[in-house]
């Protein structure tokens, strides 16, 4: 049973393990527990995996009203949690982190089912960092991340779950896939599965400095823009001497991955894709988010040579576009940048992690 959803960042990681574990033998299941307002609501009924629902909202950055029933919630939670522990008997629970996975790992713990986690930033979230103690494994995305958990835990390197398909679709069927021309370089955009306001704003006045430095009918744009902000973009590059595609959401995000050159994008877990196709990135971390744990993600990135950091209070058009024309206009800093994400990624991550929980369960 995999407890976690709200954003894609937590989702799909899940989603990769499931398929590994369910590959692993035939008899295998894999369920998901998460919640109705989550991401995990509109993905999963497409899928072959069922989805239990409980019912728990967030705490960091709610309202002091939302933060005082915040308990109540949680309690329900759990006693839901258990409800689906006793009624589905799974042999293993894993985390993906979040507030969604909280009640149901701790349910587990309670009832002596097994608990795995996924510590899918450098800096792990809070929620990890209070489950640690009820875990009997941890599995990190970033070599870093141990240092930020008790010593007592057992923490394992393994890079962060993937798609499977995830860096093994041709450059040509993904510039197919978008209806995009070949030989142009293609940037790929995206903030997040609910998109980014500011990057979005950023993206659009970054069109005018490319103009300016000539470099605009050199390159395409895939463009994942959030449903807020679709139309507003929609309406701005109707004119671009740019071939963009507007798009409020990518469902074909391996496809995506497969036609860019270049990506920008936050800094959530997402990156370990990034990375998995060989892809340079601009990395402008969410401000707000938990523990601020996207910025040490673009810090731990940026040093390692894969992906260069603009931090939002930073990021202004002019500033994207001039990241944009280093990278992408000087071949040699392409090229070693590409090499450094390469060496950074974990394809098999999903698979080691599928088989170490099998066998834990056998």
Same mark, same amino acid.
């Given at each position: ?5 709200? /954003? ?13 574990? $369910? ?50 919630? @949680? +309690? $329900? ?33 309670? *009832?002596?089912?097994?608990? @795995? *986690? ?13 489950? #640690? ?18 010593? %007592?835990?057992?923490?394992? @390197? ?19 896939? @978008?209806? *995009?021309?070949?030989?142009?370089? $293609? ?6 599965? &609910? ?24 390159? &395409? ?16 590059? &109707?004119?671009?001497?740019? #071939?963009? %595609? ?8 391996? #496809? ?15 990156? #370990?894709? /990034? ?53 992408? +206009?000087?071949?040699? %800093? ?29």
């Amino acid at each position: 049973m995999i407890a976690g959803g709200g /954003t894609g960042g937590h989702l799909y990681p899940g989603l990769a393990v499931a398929a590994e574990f $369910t590959r692993l033998s035939p008899g295998n299941k894999a369920e998901f527990i998460g919640t109705k307002k989550g991401i995990e609501a509109r993905v999963l009924p497409e899928t072959a995996y069922s989805l239990k629902f409980i019912s728990i909202g967030g705490f960091l950055g709610k309202s002091h009203w939302r933060k005082m029933l915040f308990p109540l919630s @949680f +309690f $329900t939670a759990t006693l839901q949690s258990f409800f689906y522990m006793i009624t589905e008997r799974p042999d293993a629970v894993l985390g993906t982190g979040g507030y969604v996975s909280a009640p149901p790992v701790l349910a587990a713990w309670m *009832l002596r089912i097994p608990v @795995f *986690l996924l510590a899918l930033d450098v800096m792990p979230s809070q929620a990890v960092r209070f489950l #640690s103690r009820f875990a009997g494994e941890i599995y990190g995305g970033f070599p870093e991340c141990s240092q930020y958990l008790s010593k %007592k835990t057992k923490v394992f @390197f393994t890079g962060n779950p993937i798609r499977r398909e995830m860096g093994k679709i041709s450059k040509e069927q993904g510039i197919r896939e @978008f209806g *995009l021309e070949p030989g142009k370089k $293609t940037i790929l955009v995206f903030g997040g599965s &609910q998109g980014a306001h500011n990057i979005n704003l950023a993206v659009l006045d970054s069109l005018v400095h490319l103009d300016q430095a000539g470099h605009l009918n050199d390159i &395409q744009i895939i463009f994942q823009t959030g449903q807020k902000d679709l139309g507003l973009v929609m309406e701005k590059c &109707q004119n671009s001497k740019a #071939s963009i %595609k507007v798009l409020a959401y990518i469902d074909k995000m391996p #496809s995506a991955m497969a036609a860019a050159d270049l990506v920008v994008s936050r800094s959530g877990s997402a990156v #370990s894709e /990034t990375l998995a196709c060989g892809l340079p990135s601009i990395l402008i971390p969410f401000p707000y988010a938990a523990s601020n744990h996207q910025e040490y993600n673009a810090r731990s990135l940026e040093k390692a040579g894969a992906a260069e950091m603009i931090l939002d209070l930073e990021l202004t058009g002019r500033v994207l576009a001039q990241k944009i024309t280093e990278i992408l +206009f000087n071949p040699a %800093k392409y090229k070693q940048m590409s090499k450094a994400a390469g060496s950074l990624a974990r394809p098999e991550a999903a698979r080691e992690i599928a088989e170490i929980i099998f066998k834990f369960s056998e």
